[in-house]
């Protein structure tokens, strides 16, 4: 593809502003650790979401996106569709005890919440495995898809496109080891709102192109030959897709909706919150910041980003409709190719390098602070001072680039990959959820819960070669999920509950229970969440609202999108009143927490300095264990 002078001054003009946007913040980065790994805790809500939302739109994304509508129409995002209710559920749940928890990683919340060698050894093991191996993996399978996409959009060698996918992890890394997450955050927004500019422009040309004839043409084309590609729900019942529509048995429909979305450890959906979502809500400025920040994060993720993808990818059936099977995907690289106007091209590339960035960046900010915080300063080098710490997240970021380069080379196919992580990980999700709120969990729960799957995955391999069969995703989802739910409950009480030393400070510190009671049984206690399920179930019905509304619009479907429209106004409304009954909305410097039956009420404070002195305060009621 040729690109013109402005296409190149596009290209170039976004890459200069990116990386002097993020060089910018390197003095505020670099007075400590918590400066650069969560910007001081002080983030907006609204820029700690976007930041959220745009690591999740990655340079595979739309092109995934793609390949699902191809195959399955636009009820094979249900694929992903389905982790809403886990989102939302860390959303009402899990988001004000994260950025309560003080702690700087998602790792370093083991020490808090579990006592002794055992959290010690989970606390440096997850740190690796995530940190290093999971993250890699990651990596790699962003880069292989920039790289995918150089190759088709320029005609290049998998060589050279490795070459410029390197160049491109280069800069992103430049700015993530100077800026920290502050700088991460501000330039994650500048390139979200670059990529979806870009990716609204794309859809709007492709159906303005006249093989299209607008949205009424376009589904004209398609319904003639796919009656069903415009369902918005999948068929249930059969395994086969009907129509080009997704096609699920009643077994994979219940492993979908019922387990995957509280049972799997999924990158950016970890029940219970994780990753770079838990770093977001822990860069907060108060408790309330995260929930909305989060909440924002959901509605975003699965409302404003898919539907200009979607609509790319339904042309591209159209358009491209002898593509190979498993090259579906490309059909939004050559709609990128055959129908953008000079200028375009160069903003749709950007579009693509800014998706890449902003997750690169993320990932390798994400991953240094827990080799640094996790591993070095809580094993090796435990007494240096900040800047040294901070050199030594530099240095990590940029290891961390190297080996994820390293391993893209090692990447052929990545969806299978990604099958056996949630598989791996199935049944690990209900300890994460459960720690916060259940005093019994202990470190020993966890550990148990992280091994069986691996074991459980082993089994199956070994079954199918044995037998030479191939045991269905949904029906090992399940079997998994059972078989580490029951082994991680046996071990957990077969061994000791942390001691009181342990779970005191942290029921106070994350629940605001004044006197770190974390048998609770007061009828406040239960009231405070039956308004978060509430809360929950609202907010659930009010994102699919707002999705397929949207949706419906898109397609000029008004009489549909109006009754949704509706339904979401009703949702919104109830969701306000159990957010206001929940204490999530209200004066800004307090928070009520309904914990006990004298109704405590803690205050959120203002200043960051306030801040530091209440968690000063609170360490010297309850001194760190002893190692």
């Not at 809500?45 to 996106?65: E, H």
């Not at 990604?418 to 994460?432: D, R, S």
């Amino acid at each position: 593809m040729e690109l013109t002078t402005l296409d190149w001054g596009i290209i170039i003009g976004f890459l200069v502003v990116i990386l002097g946007v993020g060089i910018s913040y390197t003095r505020q980065a670099s007075k400590d650790m918590e400066s650069f790994f969560l910007g001081g805790r002080n983030m907006h809500w609204l820029l700690a979401g976007i930041s959220m939302v745009a690591t999740t739109f990655a340079a595979d994304t739309p092109l995934a996106v793609t390949e699902i509508v191809s195959k399955d129409g636009i009820a094979g995002n249900w694929l992903w569709w389905n982790f809403l209710a886990g989102g939302m559920l860390t959303t009402f749940f899990f988001a004000r005890l994260w950025q309560r928890s003080g702690v700087l990683t998602e790792v370093e919340l083991i020490e808090l919440r579990y006592a002794g060698k055992p959290a010690q050894f989970l606390r440096g093991f997850k740190a690796v495995y995530l940190g290093v191996f999971m993250n890699a993996i990651i990596i790699a399978w962003v880069n292989v898809a920039l790289q995918s996409l150089l190759v088709v959009f320029f005609g290049l060698s998998n060589e050279m496109a490795l070459l410029y996918t390197a160049g491109a992890m280069v800069l992103a890394a430049t700015y993530a080891s100077f800026s920290g997450l502050i700088g991460v955050a501000v330039t994650d927004a500048i390139q979200f709102v670059v990529a979806m500019v870009g990716c609204i422009a794309l859809a709007y040309f492709v159906l303005c192109a006249p093989e299209i004839g607008g949205m009424a043409g376009l589904k004209e084309q398609l319904t003639s030959h796919n009656p069903n590609i415009l369902n918005f729900l999948p068929s249930i019942g059969s395994s086969e897709s009907a129509g080009t529509t997704l096609g699920l048995t009643v077994v994979g429909f219940f492993a979908y909706a019922g387990f995957q979305w509280w049972a799997c450890w999924y990158p950016g959906a970890e029940p219970g919150g994780g990753g770079y979502v838990a770093q977001r809500m822990m860069s907060t400025r108060s408790d309330k910041d995260a929930v909305y920040a989060t909440l924002f994060f959901q509605i975003a993720h699965y409302c404003i980003r898919p539907w200009a993808w979607i609509v790319v990818g339904l042309a591209a059936v159209v358009l491209y409709p002898d593509l190979a099977v498993g090259d579906e995907k490309l059909g939004y690289v050559y709609a990128m190719r055959d129908y953008l106007p000079a200028g375009w091209k160069g903003l749709l590339l950007v579009a693509f390098l800014a998706a890449y960035m902003s997750t690169i960046s993320t990932q390798l900010n994400w991953g240094a602070g827990y080799l640094v915080n996790d591993v070095y300063k809580r094993f090796i080098k435990t007494d240096k001072d900040a800047k040294h710490y901070i050199l030594a997240s530099r240095v990590s970021t940029v290891g961390l680039m190297v080996l994820g380069l390293v391993i893209s080379n090692y990447i052929d196919t990545i969806s299978g990959a990604w099958g056996f992580i949630m598989q791996a990980g199935a049944g690990l999700g209900l300890v994460l959820i459960l720690r916060w709120y259940w005093w019994r969990i202990n470190a020993w729960s966890e550990i148990s819960a992280t091994i069986a799957p691996f074991i459980f995955t082993a089994l199956i391999w070994g079954y199918e070669a044995k037998y030479q069969t191939k045991v269905d995703f949904p029906i090992a989802l399940i079997l998994t999920t059972l078989f580490t739910t029951c082994i991680w409950l046996i071990v957990t009480f077969l061994t000791k509950p942390e001691p009181d030393s342990t779970l005191a400070p942290f029921w106070k510190k994350v629940h605001a229970v004044a006197d770190g009671n974390y048998k609770i049984t007061s009828s406040s206690f239960a009231t405070n969440l039956k308004y978060l399920a509430a809360c929950w179930l609202a907010a659930i019905v009010m994102t699919y609202s707002i999705l397929f509304l949207t949706g419906k619009f898109v397609l000029q479907e008004y009489g549909t999108g109006a009754a949704l429209a509706g339904l979401a106004a009703i949702s919104l409304y109830f969701l306000n009143y159990f957010m206001e009954q929940a204490g999530l909305i209200g004066d800004a410097s307090t928070t009520v927490v309904a914990l006990e039956d004298q109704n405590l009420t803690t205050s959120i404070p203002d200043s960051k300095e306030e801040k530091q002195d209440n968690w000063t305060n609170l360490n010297e009621d309850f001194p760190d264990k002893e190692d």
